[in-house]
């Protein structure tokens, strides 16, 4: 069975600071697409990022952007320039191609402060 | 706008009833699906169909059920078997094939036992 482990249950930075969420996941397949969804306290999930496994240039999306190390099974999110909106949980997940159904991680609560 | 409608979005729940909770989508999405989020936790696969007529359990099927008649709709009934049925429910659809697979979500329903 898929397996995605986000390790730190809670972050906390400044507002302008860079952070980094770690994900990784365990899977015996080569095929698979990985995502990071945004939850703010309104709970409305959001996609942040997407990969497709084949790709070795790491996605990006303005200010988030992902180190995706697939000999590892690494998968993190790194938010620069860290905006008060960006408070939210966010949630690691894994799909593989074809299988359609996502495996979740735990999720990492992360806090902006002022 | 296209999307995913999820209603009640606040749900009570008696001992011994069934509740059901609607998940409509007007994104002519094959694929549907159901979450359960419990507080500081992941989303756990309910059931999920990736086509009219049929469905599978997810990973936490017990205590559920669903129905997929029409392709836009997708209600899960929380039985009076769930002896735990507190949580955020959370529904999404998917396009099967497409070239950039992801998860679309809904608003969620809050459901709470009296």
């Known amino acids: 069975a898929q397996t995605v482990t986000q390790s730190q249950p809670e972050m906390s930075v400044q507002e302008a600071e860079t952070v980094t969420l770690s994900c990784t996941y365990d899977t015996s397949e080569s095929n698979y697409y990985l995502f990071w969804y945004k939850q703010p306290p309104s709970r409305q999930m959001i996609l942040v990022i997407r990969?497709?496994?084949?790709?070795?240039q790491n996605a990006t999306e303005n200010r988030f952007s992902v180190n995706f190390q697939k000999a590892a099974k690494s998968f993190s999110l790194k938010i620069s320039d860290s905006q008060l909106g960006d408070t939210a949980m966010y949630f690691c997940?894994?799909?593989?191609?074809?299988?359609?159904?996502?495996?979740f991680g735990q999720g990492t609560r992360l806090t902006i402060n002022p | 706008d296209g999307g995913i409608t999820q209603s009640p979005k606040y749900l009570f729940r008696k001992e011994g009833q069934n509740v059901t909770l609607s998940c409509e989508q007007n994104?002519?999405?094959?694929?549907m699906y159901w979450y359960r989020q419990d507080p500081g936790q992941g989303l756990r696969l309910i059931y999920y169909s990736q086509i009219v007529n049929d469905f599978q359990k997810g990973d936490i099927a017990e205590g559920y059920s669903v129905s997929r008649e029409k392709k836009e709709s997708f209600p899960l009934t929380v039985t009076s078997a769930q002896k735990n049925p507190t949580a955020f429910y959370l529904c999404a659809s998917m396009q099967r094939g497409a070239t950039n697979e992801k998860l679309f979500f809904g608003s969620g329903t809050q459901l709470s036992v009296l």
């Open positions: 997940a894994f799909m593989i191609q074809g299988a359609q159904k996502l495996v």
């Open positions: 990969q497709e496994a084949y790709k070795q």
């Open positions: 994104l002519n999405h094959d694929a």
